[in-house]
């Protein structure tokens, strides 16, 4: 990798978590002494969904970028080529630092299509337990609104939605067959 491009992931990284540190201030009534572990629902805070795909896309050159929000709302975020996906392939019970359970993972797909790809929905399989919803950023979120949504309750679905608009839903039938794929 170039040095370029290092400072690039470097630069992506730190767009993100600056992003977050400025919803966490903004969403928070209280904070005392900068503990953000009590705030609720930033998550799904536009600014933070735009900053991701900001820095996928315009930061770095249609690179995949996930974020994953822990239960301290701590941020946690990696780039990568499409397909990429970092902290999660690992065993929940192997990670050290983040505090489980996982409120939520966000990554993009920067060429423009929100779906669960199968490695997608491996790492669903594998932190669906421990996970409480999940984007994929197909589009700005301000502008394009073009994502998918899951959310623990309902984990074989994917609602998909265009211009902010539900357009479909992407169903997992047997979590086995998704498993048995390779990409
Ligand atoms: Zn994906």
Request: aromatic share 10%; glycine share 6%.
């Amino acid at each position: 990798m170039t040095d370029e491009m290092i400072n690039k992931r470097f630069e992506a990284c730190r767009h993100v978590e600056d992003v977050w540190t400025q919803c966490l201030l903004n969403s928070a009534n209280i904070v005392k002494n900068r503990d953000f572990s009590h705030v609720e629902d930033s998550e799904h805070m536009v600014p933070l969904h735009d900053a991701i795909w900001y820095a996928s896309t315009e930061i770095l050159p249609n690179l995949e970028v996930q974020a994953i929000i822990d239960a301290k709302n701590d941020i946690y975020v990696s780039t990568g080529t499409a397909g990429y996906v970092d902290y999660l392939t690992i065993d929940p019970n192997l990670l050290t630092g983040m505090k489980l359970p996982i409120k939520c993972w966000i990554h993009t797909h920067p060429f423009g299509a929100a779906y669960f790809s199968a490695t997608d929905w491996r790492t669903i399989k594998i932190w669906k337990d421990n996970l409480g919803c999940a984007y994929v950023l197909g589009g700005k979120m301000s502008t394009d609104a073009h994502y998918g949504f899951w959310k623990h309750n309902r984990p074989n679905e994917l609602e998909i939605y265009v211009d902010g608009e539900h357009a479909r839903t992407q169903n997992v039938h047997s979590w086995e067959s998704i498993l048995g794929e390779e990409e």
